[in-house]
């Protein structure tokens, strides 16, 4: 039985990547700092659990001292990080990295954590350029997230075996701690049945459903070789897709008012109101194998569902993120519909 390694299994991501390494028959190890994050259910699959400091060489020294057909690591941040994995590649049959879509920039110097969206003319190809480098590890500010993410992949393509880097985008899926679906499943629970969304709805930033990430990491281990790719849903989901995908799952009506432009900025905002779209061309995936679990629309009802079944204390919890602070204010939104229900003025006629 081929073995594999899963660096962060606790979380949302690392959770879908070994369930589906395990379903497939692999021997899987998860690690993480505290075994009462580990989920009962992956324990019961057979995934076995190593409490493990990822930034530590010792402790990283212990879990793969047995050396591994995979490791897939879900929390590497920095150059540093990789480097680890780096000196320890020798025993590894392939390693499999976790980046971001944060690594790439328009040419005008835009990216995705810049105060003005960048602009690509279209979903990217991981061919498109990206941010310079940033080695020093301070990785927690807008736009060290993406400079060091740039770092860690450099470092760890130079690895002495093969190596998958994958660049996902708003990653969703049961699990999440901060599940942008409760924009939509919030509003829903309030009785709203009509949501204004800028730009006409027409919006967008590539969600990823953990499980299709989770299902393209184990096409990368059954083809290891050194590549950069893409990890996205399939096509090009815009707010107004995926807020009525949200109402779908839940079984409840919610009307798209999609607003002209011109209008306030605080109207019509919402998680995926991105504009110009940032959406991730899928293509180099497709090319070796992988077909993905399914849409947005097929693979949201898991985090719906786990929404609305949410104990008081629980949504109360999600509100208190500072991510939602202002995103409930239904003031705005009636202001909005009120002025979307306005007919425009008929051009004046002149003689």
């Known amino acids: 039985m081929t073995k594999a390694i899963v660096l962060g299994v606790s979380g949302m ?35 076995d659990f190593v409490r493990s400091d990822r930034g530590d060489a010792a402790d990283l020294d212990a879990v793969l001292a047995g050396g591994a057909d995979l ?5 590497a941040y920095t150059a540093a990080h990789a480097q680890l994995l780096v000196e320890r590649a020798a025993g590894l049959g392939a390693i499999v990295a976790l980046s971001s879509k944060a690594v790439y920039v328009d040419a005008q110097g835009r990216h995705s954590n810049s105060d003005d969206p960048p602009d690509f ?70 009785g709203r049945t009509r949501l204004p969304l800028a730009h006409g709805g027409r919006t967008g930033n590539h969600p990823t459903a953990a499980v299709n990430l989770a299902r393209l990491v184990r096409v ?58 940032f959406f991730l061309d899928m293509s180099a995936a497709a090319g070796i194998g ?30 208190a993120d500072p991510f939602f602070t202002g995103r409930f204010d239904y003031a705005l939104d009636d202001a909005a519909l009120a002025a979307a229900s306005i007919p425009s003025a008929p051009p004046s006629s002149s003689r």
């Open 121 to 190: 003319g279209g979903p990217v190809v991981e061919t498109t350029a990206t941010l310079e480098p940033d080695f020093s590890g301070e990785y927690q500010s807008r736009l060290g997230y993406g400079t060091n993410k740039v770092a860690m992949e450099q470092t760890l393509l130079a690895a002495s075996c093969p190596v998958s880097i994958l660049r996902p985008s708003r990653i969703h899926g049961p699990g999440s701690s901060r599940p942008r679906e409760w924009f939509v499943v919030r509003r829903l629970r309030d």
């Open 290 to 319: 992988y077909t993905p679990v399914g849409t947005y629309a097929e693979t949201v009802a898991a985090t719906v569902h786990e929404l609305r079944a949410l104990p008081p204390a629980d949504s109360a919890a999600i509100d």
């Open 71 to 75: 490791v897939v690591d879900c929390v």
């Open 220 to 277: 990368c281990a059954e083809r290891p070789a050194t590549r950069v790719l893409n990890a996205a849903d399939p096509g090009t989901p815009t707010a107004a897709d995926i807020a009525q995908a949200i109402a779908a799952a839940a079984k409840l009506p919610l009307e798209i008012v999609g607003l002209d432009e011109g209008v306030p900025d605080a109207w019509g905002r919402s998680p995926w109101d991105t504009w110009p779209p």
């Open 13 to 47: 991501t690392g959770r879908a990547i070994a369930r589906e390494l395990v379903d497939a028959g692999w021997d899987v190890t998860g690690t993480g700092r505290d075994a009462a994050h580990f989920p009962a259910e992956l324990g019961a699959s057979g995934v």
